[in-house]
């Protein structure tokens, strides 16, 4: 099994900045793709942004531009730098990774959420 913990998050001015953590642990035999959603009251999940082993990232519309997504294979540790939030950018964030463990099939694994909060 893969537990994620997830770290920062927050109360953030709009045009504040604030970085999200979320390392990866257990009995780990590889990770592939890691990433994040968000979700907002009364909206859907939705991808903000992802990032391949190889280090191919993707990132929403919405976010292209101010949120870069970045990880640390030796830690099994995935980061999200968030620039320029706007109250927009509230929400509940996930991460999640899609890993490989001993006695278990490749699948997502999903943190706990962290809330996010842009306003002044």
């Known amino acids: 099994q893969v537990q994620l913990v997830v770290s920062g998050g927050g109360l953030v001015q709009p045009g504040g900045s604030l970085r999200l953590s979320c390392a990866a642990s257990?009995?780990?035999?590889?990770?592939?793709?890691m990433g994040w959603h968000r979700q907002a009251p009364g909206k859907q999940r939705e991808l903000v942004a992802g990032?391949?082993?190889?280090?191919?990232?993707n990132y929403a519309a919405s976010v292209q531009g101010r949120f870069t997504i970045s990880r640390d294979n030796a830690k099994n540790t995935v980061y999200l730098q968030m620039n320029s939030l706007k109250p927009e950018d509230t929400a509940v964030y996930y991460c999640?990774?899609?890993?490989?463990?001993?006695?278990?099939?490749?699948?997502?694994?999903w943190g706990q959420g962290t809330q996010v909060t842009v306003s002044s």
């Open positions: 257990g009995s780990i035999l590889s990770i592939s793709r």
């Open positions: 999640y990774v899609l890993a490989l463990s001993e006695g278990y099939s490749r699948r997502d694994y």
């Open positions: 990032i391949s082993a190889g280090g191919t990232t």
